[in-house]
């Protein structure tokens, strides 16, 4: 998303830019047709510990293989031609047709999230900043000593994680917690 610069709060996405100036990227080439697209692929690691002589190679290894990984979902412009799409699935393999979204407006709504950020001069449409509820006694005393009197609940984000770094840092001055 970005900001036109001579309108208060005009915008426009960034894939509409690149795609009116195809020409200039693509210098000699004949744009036929543009369309967005967004694939989502198989991102499971498959490494085991045990077997693994060098772990952090089998890793690497591992994330090189995930770039290729079978594609879990295909995200295209609606208005995509039959030829582009036909193209695009046998290209990146999509094995199932109800693997394919054919979408209508922004494939990747994460952009109205930084819209919303970039708004000026409305701040009373935004929702108020919102602080989590911090009970005074989880960070007034010992947490060692509580958890053994009771169990402590605690729901986040409605809860405040302070107690979860004071435990930690408890812990970590706590002679009794280390091996």
Not at 34 to 53: G, K, N, Q, Y
Not at 77 to 106: H, Q, T
Not at 125 to 132: G, I, R
Request: charge should be neutral; charged fraction near 30%; hydrophobic fraction near 40%.
């Amino acid at each position: 998303m970005l900001r036109l610069p001579d309108g208060e709060n005009d915008f426009i996405l960034l894939e509409n830019v690149i795609s009116k100036h195809l020409g200039a990227l693509f210098v000699g080439a004949k744009i036929r047709e543009t369309a967005l697209f967004r694939v989502t692929r198989d991102m499971d690691l498959d490494v085991a510990e045990e077997d693994a002589s060098d772990l952090m190679k089998e890793i690497q290894s591992q994330l090189k293989k995930r770039q290729r990984g079978k594609v879990m979902r295909l995200e295209i412009d609606a208005n995509m031609s039959k030829f582009l799409r036909k193209r695009l699935i046998k290209g990146l393999g999509v094995e199932k047709e109800n693997d394919i979204y054919a979408i209508k407006g922004p494939i990747d709504l994460n952009v109205l999230s930084k819209l919303v950020k970039q708004v000026r001069g409305h701040d009373e449409l935004k929702y108020p900043p919102f602080t989590p509820y911090l009970d005074q006694h989880l960070v007034s005393g010992n947490l060692f000593d509580q958890i053994r009197d009771h169990d402590i609940f605690m729901q986040h984000p409605y809860d405040s994680f302070t107690p979860v770094v004071e435990f930690i840092h408890q812990a970590a001055l706590d002679r009794r917690c280390w091996p």
